[in-house]
């Protein structure tokens, strides 16, 4: 039996990349996984038939972010999907991955832009995390997806980067407040890592072997190596592990 056999999990933009490494790693290790996506539906079928070919269980649940309404929407599906798995309205393990990214220098920033990425990147969840602890359960786990774009300097994606610092406070904030119902809450962050968000970075050679040589492997990641931190955290094992942001970048610019 694996680590998190007999949990649910719920994990937000899990279609693609970071967070479909982090679904399949979930869902092998026994939970059963919320896949939750935007709108690509032909992204989130080769998830959940991924899934399900190495023998996991997961259902979709799709709500966009950022827009009127996408709370109630995302748990209203969520606990519909959790009723046809013959499961209650409960959940153990909620991963906050959705994101989405905005190249501009504070020269090229607009409102609109600020808008769009802190509406999605903080805002949502902020009210899906407020929402959520209706259904998560005591001693589950909060496991936000940062960036290492608040450690580094990064001044062409300014309000990205500004997002997820915000992201880093309100893990702080929400693990000193969940602490005595046992919840931890931490959060991850990840270096460059080869997804469809930074594909255009990585388009020659020359491109990918420079976004390689950040880290001290000289490698860009790989969606597994964010999803076993994750399902480490989401474990038992990381029990005493709360208020922390897990520098997952493969020694970036140490």
């Known amino acids: 039996m694996g680590a998190l056999a007999g949990k649910t ?18 869902a092998r290790e026994g939970a059963l996984v919320a896949v939750h996506y935007g709108g690509n ?17 997961a259902f979709p649940v799709r709500a966009e972010l950022g827009v009127p309404g996408d709370v109630e929407t995302l748990y209203g599906r969520l606990e519909e999907g959790l009723a046809q798995q013959g499961q209650g309205i409960e959940l153990d393990i909620l991963v906050n991955n959705a994101g989405i990214s905005g190249s501009a220098s504070i020269h090229e920033v607009t409102p609109e832009l600020f808008d769009r990425l802190f509406a999605v990147n903080t805002r949502s969840l902020l009210f899906l995390v407020q929402r959520g602890l209706k259904n998560l359960r005591d ?28 992201l880093n406070t309100f893990t702080l904030a929400l693990a000193k407040e969940l602490g005595p119902r046992g919840i931890t809450v931490n959060a991850v962050s990840p270096g460059f890592v080869e997804t469809d968000m930074n594909q255009r970075k990585r388009a020659t050679a020359e491109s990918a072997a420079q976004l390689a040589a950040w880290s001290v492997f000289n490698r860009v990641g790989r969606p597994s190596d964010i999803a076993e931190i994750v399902a480490f955290l989401a474990s038992d094992a990381s029990r005493w592990i709360t208020g922390q942001c897990l520098d997952a970048s493969g020694g970036s610019r140490l």
């Open 9 to 26: 999990a719920l994990v937000t933009g899990a279609s693609r990349g970071i967070g479909r490494g982090i679904a399949r790693e979930l």
């Open 41 to 57: 539906d032909a992204a989130v079928r080769k998830t959940l038939e991924l899934i399900h070919q190495e023998g996991g269980r």
């Open 139 to 166: 001693n589950g786990r909060i496991i936000n997806v940062s960036s290492a774009a608040t450690r580094i300097a990064y001044p062409e994606s300014v309000v990205y980067s500004m997002t997820k610092g915000a």
